[in-house]
């Protein structure tokens, strides 16, 4: 079983970069595929990008495309997301994931595909 824990959010204006890591403990943590989302107030928590354990698939939501990254690093137990061109729209309380997985290319976009989740980090955009 793994335990996530999120940093690296806050206060940014429009157009500035942030980047979100995500610190993972126990567990193999090699062996499962790793995710982000976000939560906005009074709305679902929606995918933001995926990532195999592998590190070779990855998957963005098209809101996010070409502005996000995700990325891990398997020696460190760290999952990141590099958000640049930050938009007002992307205020929320971002969350990593993580699921054990047996096929290293595999990733998930699906809140309920995963079993394991940090407490959020909150990104706050201004305009």
């Known amino acids: 079983q793994v335990q996530l824990i999120e940093s690296g959010g806050g206060l940014v204006q429009a157009g500035d970069s942030l980047r979100l890591s995500c610190a993972a403990s126990?567990?193999?943590?090699?062996?499962?595929?790793v995710g982000w989302f976000r939560q906005a107030p009074g709305k679902e928590r929606e995918f933001v990008a995926a990532?195999?354990?592998?590190?070779?698939?990855?998957v963005y939501a098209d809101s996010v495309k070409g502005r996000f990254t995700i990325s891990r690093d398997n020696a460190k137990h760290m999952v990141y997301l590099q958000m640049n061109s930050l938009k007002p729209g992307d205020t929320a309380v971002y969350y990593c994931?993580?699921?054990?997985?047996?096929?290293?290319?595999?990733?998930?976009?699906?809140?309920?595909?995963?079993?394991?989740w940090g407490q959020g980090t909150q990104v706050t955009v201004s305009s």
């Open positions: 126990g567990g193999t943590f090699s062996w499962y595929a």
């Open positions: 990532l195999s354990w592998s590190g070779g698939n990855t």
């Open positions: 994931a993580a699921e054990d997985v047996n096929v290293p290319t595999v990733y998930y976009i699906h809140t309920y595909e995963y079993d394991y």
